[in-house]
T-cell receptor
């Protein structure tokens, strides 16, 4: 069964620190790895995504590090802000199959204290 | 203006009844999806459609039936409702460029409670 494992379940950091969220996967056909965030009462929204052709993707304070050999990828949020407090979901898909199915991790609840 | 409309926002149903969840998107996308989110499970893929054609079905039960009357509509009919069906149902859409890497945009969700 395709699975995406995410850790930690919850994470608390102080404002200005770097938050690190981790994910791993099993299925070697996965070739697209997005991160979504979800604020309470809202729907998930895409934050940043990576394909395995590269091992790093940056977008402002958000960086994905990808390790294909170990089947792991992580999201680093630099200079964390209280407004970053949300639930973060990693996901994976076999984009080549073109069904659009995203398999999500269980989520990490991030709290950033001012 | 909202780009993905889901109706209703909240829905309470009794066990054994049937309900239809409505989804319309005005992003010009040709791929649409249904996901389910509950306290017990993370975001869970249910269906995907591209150009009104079913691409993938990951629901084990035939009680869940998607209905696409127009390219920008993908409704979800749920029959013989059970308390375990209680969840927030999200509709999503993407511009299917054939690569499968297109960003999926999520609607606001329908929160279903089955008593």
């Amino acid at each position: 069964q395709q699975q995406v494992r995410q850790s930690p379940q919850s994470l608390t950091v102080w404002e200005g620190e770097t938050a690190i969220l981790n994910c791993s996967y099993e299925d070697s056909t996965f070739d697209y790895f997005p991160w979504y965030h979800q604020f309470p009462g809202e729907s998930p929204a895409l934050l940043i995504a990576i394909r395995p052709v590269s091992n790093k993707k940056e977008d402002g304070r958000f960086t994905i590090f990808f390790n294909k050999r170990e089947k792991k990828f992580s999201l680093h949020i630099a200079d964390s802000q209280p407004g970053d407090s949300a639930t973060y979901f990693c996901a994976a898909s076999a984009a080549g199959a073109n069904t659009g199915k995203l398999t999500f991790g269980h989520g990490t609840i991030l709290r950033v204290h001012p | 203006d909202p780009k993905i409309i889901q109706k209703p926002k909240y829905l309470v149903a009794v066990t054994g009844s049937e309900k239809i969840l409505i989804c319309e998107q005005y992003l010009g996308h040709n791929a649409m999806y249904w996901y389910r989110q509950s306290a017990k499970k993370p975001l869970e893929f249910m269906f995907s459609y591209s150009y009104q054609k079913l691409m993938d079905n990951q629901t084990a039960s035939s009680r869940f039936q998607p209905q696409s009357s127009k390219k920008n509509h993908l409704d979800l009919q749920i029959t013989a409702l059970k308390p375990d069906d209680s969840a927030t149902y999200f509709c999503a859409s993407s511009q299917d460029g054939g690569t499968g890497y297109a960003e999926q945009f999520f609607g606001p969700g329908t929160r279903l409670t089955v008593l």
